[in-house]
């Protein structure tokens, strides 16, 4: 064990925080510092205490004043962006190729995006610190090596991924070998192709050198609607060694998760209402599948829960949220109800059509699950950083515990 820290050497003015004596002659120095740095998190101690425990350990600043760099692939308006600037990123690159994404996504953070990543070489993307992506969940197709290497051709990621988005992803990290990634996708990404889809991109991260976790997480706990989406977050080996020590944050709702009612408007136009002709076709669908024994329908939102799923073929009929109307049909969403549904701000100004909004919407990543995992990865980042003998590399910069 190394020295001990005689509690006659914290700075008077703080020494009434430390009510366990006895516990921390039994502990090292080392120890002793990480713990008032753990705690610090929960307990708030005074700001000399903290300062004292950094100046011990020399770590340099805390974690909340750690700027991060990032960079936004397959961004659509921007979900990821909210989400990680609101745990204090700063996006340094955007793609995007739909021109009404582009728009609003323009619109929104005051930059056009870069167009298809198909065109984008990896080495002209700025250095970062976290890459984002909600790429497209494509097949992947997969000869055997030897049969490649028989007619000469490359075997691995690039042969297996070839001809998917994803291959420019993969060849984006392996060119700027970012310290962590985050992935979004659909819930059925793990048993797309047989499982296979899922697989080739496992194998893929992990073959780059890289810690992979997954898991689907539930938007319900931070928006009321029922939303199920993989997320894959991976961390450099090199940067975090194997066990980088992080979790996702829990989707389990409490008590102060929204409802349904919390995103409606108190007055909308007619035009929000269903028509006669609709609204029988939708329930004539509904009955028809009823009598097959099966589920498919149209939903009706309770006020006092969460929703379905918002997708982006809402613009076609709402089905899959209507909104009860005394004395009248119901309606749908209006687009902005449909922002609140997914967690995007107030201050964000729709710029594009009914029908565009609605696609752009249901096609986004909730900017607040983001800002949950985001937090996630900021305290994995910030166990690295407090570590005597790891480094980390924060905005571009390595920066290396004395």
Not at 44 to 66: E, I, N, R, S, W
Not at 182 to 192: F, R, T
Not at 211 to 240: L, M, N, S, Y
Not at 326 to 339: D, F, I, M, Q, S
């Amino acid at each position: 064990m190394s020295a001990q820290l005689s509690i006659k050497r914290v700075p008077e003015s703080i020494s009434s925080w430390i009510e366990d004596e006895s516990y921390h002659r039994r502990v090292s120095k080392r120890e002793f510092l990480l713990k008032i740095l753990e705690d610090a998190r929960t307990r708030q101690p005074a700001p000399d205490l903290f300062d004292f425990a950094k100046k011990q350990l020399h770590v340099g600043p805390t974690p909340d004043q750690l700027p991060f760099r990032f960079i936004d692939l397959f961004a659509g308006i921007g979900g990821f962006r909210i989400g990680l600037e609101a745990v204090g990123g700063q996006c340094v690159f955007t793609s995007e190729w739909d021109k009404f994404s582009q728009k609003t996504y323009s619109e929104w953070f005051g930059e056009m995006p870069h167009g298809d990543i198909t065109k984008i070489r990896p080495e002209e993307i700025p250095d970062h610190d976290i890459l984002a992506a909600g790429f497209p969940c494509q097949p992947f197709s997969i000869a055997g090596v030897s049969k490649k290497n028989s007619l000469g051709r490359e075997h691995g990621f690039k042969d297996k991924t070839q001809g998917t988005l994803f291959f420019n992803v993969a060849s984006i990290i392996e060119t700027k070998r970012p310290p962590v990634i985050i992935l979004e996708n659909v819930k059925n990404l793990l048993s797309h192709d047989k499982k296979n889809t899922w697989r080739v991109i496992r194998e893929t991260l992990e073959e780059l050198d890289y810690t992979v976790f997954c898991q689907v997480i539930d938007a319900a706990k931070w928006v009321p609607q029922h939303r199920e989406r993989v997320f894959i977050v991976g961390f450099d080996k090199k940067v975090f060694g194997p066990n980088p020590g992080f979790s996702f944050p829990s989707d389990k709702k409490n008590t102060d998760s929204p409802v349904f009612a919390d995103i409606l408007d108190k007055s909308v136009p007619d035009k929000y209402t269903l028509t006669d002709h609709l609204w029988k076709y939708l329930q004539d669908y509904a009955n028809r599948h009823k009598a097959k024994g099966n589920g498919f329908g149209f939903g009706m939102a309770d006020p006092n829960g969460v929703s379905r799923t918002l997708s982006a073929r809402y613009y076609k009929d709402g089905s899959e949220v209507l909104i009860a109307q005394k004395g009248k049909n119901p309606r749908r969403l209006t687009p902005r109800e449909a922002a609140r549904l997914m967690g995007f701000p107030e201050d964000k100004q729709i710029v594009v059509s009914d029908t565009q909004a609605y696609k752009q919407f249901g096609n986004s990543v909730s900017p607040k699950v983001v800002e949950a995992l985001g937090s996630q990865i900021i305290e994995t980042f910030h166990q690295l950083f407090v570590s005597t003998s790891g480094a980390c590399l924060i905005k571009g910069k390595t920066y290396q515990a004395a």
